[in-house]
């Protein structure tokens, strides 16, 4: 005869596996702002600039970004540019993903 599942285990274990892999994505989140140079910014500045990339509907400009991102994780240092190289503090990336100059 088969053994019953014992649900209340198997829910259980779904909820810590849910909660673990929440924990390493507000982590990993963490680590790319950290990486990209971002943690200098103001918390109120990096808050603003997401939440203008969300909303963000031009498909220029968002896959300027997409590029710029998929160069980063590319690339083997990971490092951000150095100041003269960056956006002035605050800005977004131009449609090309990099700052004119």
């Not at 203008?52 to 968002?62: E, G, N």
Request: no cysteine.
């Amino acid at each position: 005869m088969r053994k019953p599942r014992d649900y209340d285990s198997e829910l259980k274990a779904l909820a810590d596996k849910a909660k673990a892999i929440k924990e390493r994505r507000v982590r990993q989140l963490g680590e790319l702002v950290a990486a990209t140079g971002a943690d200098a910014l103001d918390a109120d500045l990096l808050a603003g600039a997401l939440l203008d990339a969300v909303a963000s509907k031009d498909a220029a400009t968002r896959e300027g970004w997409r590029k710029a991102g998929a160069a980063f994780f590319r690339g083997k240092q990971r490092k951000p540019a150095p100041r003269s190289e960056q956006q002035p503090e605050g800005a977004l990336p131009l449609e090309g993903g990099a700052a004119s100059h």
